[in-house]
């Protein structure tokens, strides 16, 4: 199964630094857009700070970091980005590049944010995935 990961579980997987995540993560084909690397650096320290790992906090962002396909933003069209604009504005802003490459990519995003989930199905918007349907696809 392939998806579009949203940052909130990227920093979920990295703050909880379970082995789960890794498991999952490897069983998945999975993409992010570049602007990732900015939400990263923007709560770097804030994820450090809160994660459970100590010293194996590098090794297991790299395992994780093995498993993602990164996107640029120039390989994402500019009606994908349009679209996905027109039903990010009233719900979240800074989901538009996620939204954008579930898009072009025609497959589902995979946020951790109830209000982003609810706000993207009051947009009719419902090639998400949550993360429960995520846990329940890898124990069948």
Do not use: H
């Not at 069209?77 to 719900?91: G, P």
């Not at 590049?97 to 579930?102: P, T």
């Amino acid at each position: 199964m392939e998806v579009v990961l949203d940052s909130n579980v990227l920093f979920s997987a990295l703050i909880s630094g379970k082995e789960l995540y890794l498991d999952i993560f490897k069983s998945l084909k999975i993409y992010v857009p570049d602007f990732i690397f900015g939400e990263i650096s923007k709560y770097q320290e804030r994820i450090i700070s809160k994660t459970c790992l100590q010293s194996e906090f590098i090794f297991f962002t790299r395992q994780l970091f093995s498993e993602i396909t990164v996107i640029p933003k120039l390989a994402i069209s500019q009606q994908s980005f349009e679209k996905a604009l027109s039903i990010c504005r009233d719900v979240d802003p800074k989901d538009t590049a996620f939204v954008a490459l579930s898009i072009e990519l025609n497959v589902p995003l995979w946020p951790n944010d109830k209000k982003l989930i609810d706000g993207l199905a009051g947009k009719q918007y419902d090639n998400v995935i949550t993360t429960e349907e995520i846990f329940e696809l890898m124990i069948s």
